[in-house]
């Protein structure tokens, strides 16, 4: 009622959309940032589980039990998505 009332609506109406561009302009870095960091840190997780598949394979089974590389591979694939999540949280919580 106060702005209709002085008469000031489209400087109201400039001011907020301004201020929302603002806002939006950095939600729209930080989701793109986000997605970048997310997607380079799956590659290296995804590298480094590749190499360390590799090693394991080639070890001989009486250094390494096959069923323990199997366990290890399934936990190193559930941590890199945790990892991840834990960063994205962190991302979140600071902004």
């Given at each position: 009622?106060?702005?209709?009332?002085?008469?000031?609506?489209?400087?109201?109406?400039?001011?907020?959309?301004?201020?929302?561009?603002?806002?939006?302009?950095?939600?729209?870095?930080?989701?793109?940032?986000?997605?970048w960091?997310?997607?380079?840190?799956?590659?290296?997780?995804?590298?480094?589980?590749?190499?360390?598949?590799?090693?394991?394979?080639?070890?001989?089974?009486?250094?390494?039990?096959?069923?323990?590389?199997?366990?290890?591979?399934?936990?190193?694939?559930?941590l890199?998505?945790?990892?991840?999540?834990?960063?994205?949280?962190?991302?979140?919580?600071?902004?």
């Amino acid at each position: 009622m106060t702005i209709r009332c002085f008469g000031k609506q489209d400087e109201f109406i400039k001011e907020n959309v301004d201020r929302v561009d603002g806002n939006l302009r950095m939600d729209f870095h930080n989701n793109g940032l986000n997605g970048w960091l997310g997607f380079r840190m799956e590659f290296v997780g995804s590298l480094f589980l590749c190499v360390s598949t590799v090693f394991m394979i080639l070890l001989p089974s009486n250094v390494i039990k096959p069923e323990d590389v199997g366990l290890s591979l399934s936990y190193r694939l559930s941590l890199n998505g945790l990892l991840f999540w834990v960063l994205y949280t962190s991302c979140i919580v600071e902004n």
